[in-house]
């Protein structure tokens, strides 16, 4: 299963790869300069025909693709020739203007950026569900009492509902999530909706909700890059689900129990099972379970497994948001909306780089990033195929974003480093010298090559790590 994913992921990647090398030789193409290949694919070709001055390949590996354009490196053999000047011709990537050639390499990022909203806006036009949790948290503190979190500290308590951060109308605990985690060390506002304290959900209200005002700055996790207040999400103790031949299914635990109490202890929330399965430091090896099915109590043992990895097999109740299908109009505005939101989120989640992240952690290589879309994938149509083709695609078009962010970093070799060459020799007139280039681009190599060995490292101690 694990190789599944990663290929169904590598392809996935690869159309991401391949809608970036489309902009470059679309770019090309419109701007005079002659492309010598466009590969779909890497590797040697298994097919090739040529059409014009175009050869078309179909690459023996079908990860991503190239766009090979006359005389890109025209510069190494200037300097390997010793003259000052390339001499390129027309028709070369080179012998192009400097504005013709920062089009070009725009044109990449540009064209993953637009992809990303095109998905976004048919993912609009068409409507979707997703899945979540109500926007009532549960301090982690209150599960784990040496915990401490900016929530616990600004006076948030368990059970108050969070319905507006900085503004922004929060409707459940994915709004959450989203804007605590891009606000990594931030003072935000919280609106707060607090009930009867400590009130659970069969409790009688004696008091009337009040509204509370709060500022929290997120802390920022460095395994993640995520900001994070120290909030668990509210679901009651209720099961949706329980997996075939796990230990909640061995138990003879049902769809629609409710947990009581466990090892003795009031289960007021889902989240409060953590606590007995950390046992104060020592995991049990069972759990003495008092729960109600239609109107009676049952009492039952559910073995746990050593192995901490291994689910128990119980699934707590959700909720399902229906988001309303858009007009196209409508639809366009909030995919490029919510492109430009994600474009704005990546980028300053490249800055965290440099604030002290575990980069083999926050850094993804190749094979975890194919790993995770494959993933996204094959849960996802294991669901239905409408939602197998939505997340996907989702997932892609966040992809494709971050790629558009990292190749319009200015590092050489990279499509902004290449944008800085070429701005730089607008300002001087007059084309930069071929050894200079040649030392920026083994900068750059030397720099990339730093970032995927963490990247590398990251990928395999994620999978050792399991």
Not at 152 to 175: C, F, H, L, P, Q
Not at 288 to 298: A, H, M, V, W, Y
Not at 309 to 324: C, H, N, Q
Request: glycine share 10%.
């Amino acid at each position: 299963m694990l190789i599944i994913k990663i290929l169904l992921g590598l392809l996935g990647l690869g159309i991401v790869v391949f809608v970036h090398e489309l902009g470059h030789f679309i770019a090309a193409r419109l701007v005079g300069i002659d492309v010598e290949a466009f590969s779909l694919g890497w590797g040697k070709p298994i097919l090739a025909k040529k059409i014009g001055r175009v050869e078309y390949r179909l690459g023996m590996f079908p990860i991503g693709g190239y766009c090979k354009m006359r005389g890109e490196n025209e510069f190494e053999q200037a300097w390997e020739n010793s003259k000052n000047e390339s001499g390129a011709e027309k028709g070369s990537f080179l012998g192009a203007s400097p504005s013709a050639r920062i089009f070009v390499a725009a044109a990449g990022p540009l064209f993953n950026l637009l992809f990303a909203a095109l998905v976004f806006t048919i993912t609009w036009g068409t409507g979707f569900e997703f899945t979540t949790m109500s926007n009532r948290v549960v301090l982690v503190s209150d599960v784990f009492p040496d915990e401490d979190y900016p929530a616990s500290r600004a006076g948030i308590k368990t059970g108050d509902r969070i319905i507006e951060i900085n503004g922004k109308k929060v409707e459940n605990y994915r709004d959450v999530q989203t804007l605590i985690g891009v606000n990594a060390e931030k003072e935000l506002r919280f609106k707060i909706l607090r009930e009867d304290e400590g009130a659970g959900a069969d409790a009688e209200k004696t008091t009337e909700p009040e509204i509370v005002e709060l500022y929290i700055s997120p802390e920022l996790e460095k395994s993640s890059g995520a900001g994070r207040i120290g909030v668990y999400f509210w679901a009651d103790p209720v099961i949706e689900s329980v997996l075939p031949d796990s230990p909640a299914a061995e138990a003879g635990l049902e769809t629609g129990d409710r947990i009581l109490t466990a090892n003795g202890e009031p289960v007021e929330y889902s989240v409060a099972m953590l606590k007995i399965l950390d046992g104060g430091g020592t995991r049990p090896q069972t759990i003495d379970i008092e729960f109600e099915r239609g109107g009676q109590r049952g009492h039952t043992s559910l073995n746990v497994p050593a192995d901490d990895s291994v689910p128990l097999g119980i699934a707590w109740e959700t909720l399902k948001y229906r988001t309303p299908r858009y007009s196209v109009f409508g639809a366009i505005g909030k995919g490029f909306s919510e492109m430009w939101d994600t474009l704005i989120v990546s980028a300053r989640s490249l800055a965290l780089l440099f604030r002290g992240v575990d980069l083999t952690k926050a850094v993804s290589g190749p094979v975890r990033v194919s790993y995770m879309a494959g993933e996204v994938a094959a849960n996802s149509f294991s669901q239905s195929a409408g939602d197998g083709l939505r997340s996907t695609a989702n997932f892609l078009a966040l992809i494709s974003i971050a790629l558009a962010v990292m190749n319009l970093l200015p590092l050489p070799i990279l499509d902004g480093g290449l944008i800085v060459l070429f701005l730089i020799e607008m300002i001087r007139r007059r084309p930069l010298h071929p050894h200079l280039i040649s030392v920026y681009q083994t900068v750059g190599v030397a720099l990339i090559g730093v970032l995927m060995l963490f990247a590398v490292f990251g990928d395999i101690l994620f999978f050792v790590r399991g």
